[in-house]
C-alpha cells in the first residue's frame, strides 16, 4: 500500500490534514512503531481509527474519495495479475509463477487493507473487478493474456508506475514517524519493479537493466514499448539541483546521470495511465 500517497493526495483536498493528526502525534508514533506488533487484520482498523479522530465521527467525502482512488488502482493491479494466473499456459511454471503469486498476494493484501480503513471510517469502498477493467488496453496490448511477453511487458509498465508515483512523495512525511514505515513498503514496491524488469529482459532477451535508464537515442522510456511511453516522461532528466549530472566525475555518461536519480510522475499523470486500461464508466477523476 503506498501510504504516502494517500496523504499526500488528502492533503490536496483537506490542506490541514497535517495539523489535524499533528495534535495526536504521539498516537501516531504509537501505531506506525507498532507496525511489528500489529497484525495485517488489526491495521485497517487502526488506520480507520485515526483518521476518525482527525475528523470526528466521519471522513468528509473528499478524504473518502481518495482512499477509493487509492484502492482503485490495487484493484487493478491485482486483478491483473490473478487474471494471469488464471490464464492456463501463459506464466511459466517454477520461479516465473511464484513471482507472480507473490506479487499477487501483496497486491491482494493492499486491497483488503484500504477496504477495510474505508470501512472502518464508516465509508463505503469502491467496488471494482476485473469486469471493470481492459487490461489490452483499448487493443494496444490483445495478446495481453495468451502472450507472455505482452504480459511482462505491461506488468512492468504497472510496477515502474507505481514506483514513479511514490518517489516525490517522501518530503510530505518528513519528521514524521509514518516516514520510516511508508519507506519500507515503498523499498518492497522498488524490489517488485526491479525483478519484473530482470525477467522482461530475460522473456525478451533485451538489456532492460532492473532500473530505468534511457532508452535507444537517449528517450526517456528504455522498454522500447511506445504504448508505454507516458510511463517514464522525463526520465531522461539528467539536472538534479540545476546540477548537470552528465560528466560530474569521470565515467559519468549521459545515461548514467539519468539512471542515477528517480523521477515522479504527478497524480494527474498517473490518472492518465491507469485509465488506459480502465473501462469507461469506471475512469478516475
Known amino acids: 500500500m503506498n501510504i504516502l500517497n494517500i496523504l499526500d493526495e488528502i492533503e490536496k483536498v483537506d490542506g490541514e490534514i497535517y495539523e489535524r493528526l499533528n495534535p495526536r502525534r504521539a498516537a501516531m508514533k504509537s501505531f506506525f512503531n507498532a507496525g511489528k506488533k500489529i497484525s495485517l487484520a488489526a491495521l485497517p482498523l487502526a488506520l480507520g481509527s485515526m483518521f476518525q479522530k482527525a475528523y470526528g465521527q466521519s471522513n468528509p467525502s473528499s478524504v473518502v474519495e481518495v482512499l477509493n482512488f487509492a484502492l482503485a488502482l490495487e484493484h487493478l493491479e491485482y ?3 490473478n487474471r494471469a494466473l488464471l490464464s492456463t499456459g501463459l506464466i511459466p511454471a517454477g520461479a516465473a509463477t511464484g513471482a507472480i503469486t507473490t506479487i499477487r498476494t501483496h497486491e491482494l493484501a493492499h486491497v483488503n487493507l484500504l477496504r477495510s480503513a474505508i470501512t472502518a471510517a464508516n465509508a463505503t469502498p469502491i467496488a471494482l473487478t476485473e469486469a471493470n477493467f481492459d487490461f489490452t488496453a483499448g487493443g494496444a496490448f490483445g495478446d495481453v493474456f495468451t502472450n507472455y511477453q505482452t504480459f511482462l511487458k505491461v506488468a512492468t509498465a504497472f510496477e ?4 514513479r508515483a511514490y518517489k516525490g512523495q517522501a518530503p510530505v512525511l518528513k519528521g514524521m514517524p509514518v516516514l520510516t514505515t511508508a519507506l519500507q513498503i515503498h523499498s518492497v514496491e522498488a524490489r517488485h519493479a526491479a525483478h519484473l524488469r530482470q525477467m522482461t529482459a530475460a522473456a525478451l532477451g533485451v ?3 532492473p532500473w530505468i535508464s534511457l532508452g535507444a537515442g537517449g528517450v526517456s522510456n528504455d522498454t522500447g514499448i511506445a504504448a508505454v511511453d507516458a510511463v517514464y516522461a522525463g526520465e531522461n532528466n539528467t539536472i ?6 552528465t560528466g560530474i566525475a569521470t565515467g559519468v555518461t549521459k545515461a548514467a546521470a539519468a539512471e542515477s536519480f528517480d523521477e515522479f510522475l504527478t497524480g494527474a499523470a498517473v490518472k492518465n495511465i491507469a485509465n488506459l486500461f480502465i473501462r469507461t464508466g469506471s475512469k478516475l477523476t
Open 240 to 245: 538534479q539541483a540545476n546540477v548537470e549530472i
Open 207 to 209: 538489456a532492460l537493466k
Open 79 to 81: 486483478n491483473f495479475y
Open 160 to 163: 515502474d508506475t507505481g514506483v
